[in-house]
């Protein structure tokens, strides 16, 4: 059954940072956003082509991930913009990690970048554990 679990209006707020690849991880595209984020969105160009992507990759997004009472897109804001401080953590219920995010800065910034990189995969973990209770 589709379920939307991504949005367009999300996907285009993250695009405006998405020369750093938010956007691209946001849909699940990990290493693209790992390259857009070391290469400024493959030099602006990667960037200003993902402006008329965006609705594909929201498409792939909503089949690929299990919707559930945890929000994707609350989830990716609260780590977009409060990472450093481990809100998206104390949102899944991760309370010790989220602890830990909040007096190390996300740790240092590294897990960070391992939550860009896995976030989807956790909420869609968290998600099909709730639907199974």
């Known amino acids: 059954m589709y379920r939307d679990t ?3 209006v999300i996907g285009y707020c993250l695009w405006i940072f998405g020369f750093m690849g938010a ?11 790992t390259i857009w984020f070391f290469t400024l969105g493959l030099f602006f160009i990667g960037w200003i082509i993902d402006l008329f992507l965006i609705p ?11 919707s559930g009472t945890t ?7 609260l780590l977009t913009f409060l990472g450093v ?12 990690t989220g602890i830990l995010y909040l007096f ?14 896995t976030l989807n995969g956790q909420v869609s973990a968290k998600n099909m554990m709730q639907g199974s209770l």
């Open 6 to 8: 991504h949005s367009k």
């Open 23 to 33: 956007h691209r991880f946001y849909y699940g595209r990990q290493i693209t956003g």
């Open 56 to 66: 594909g990759m929201d498409r792939d997004a909503d089949l690929r991930y299990r």
């Open 71 to 77: 929000d994707y897109n609350i989830a990716w804001i």
């Open 85 to 96: 401080f481990g809100l998206h953590r104390f949102y899944m219920g991760k309370w010790i």
């Open 104 to 117: 190390t800065a996300g740790l240092f910034g590294l897990g960070i970048l391992y939550d860009f990189w």
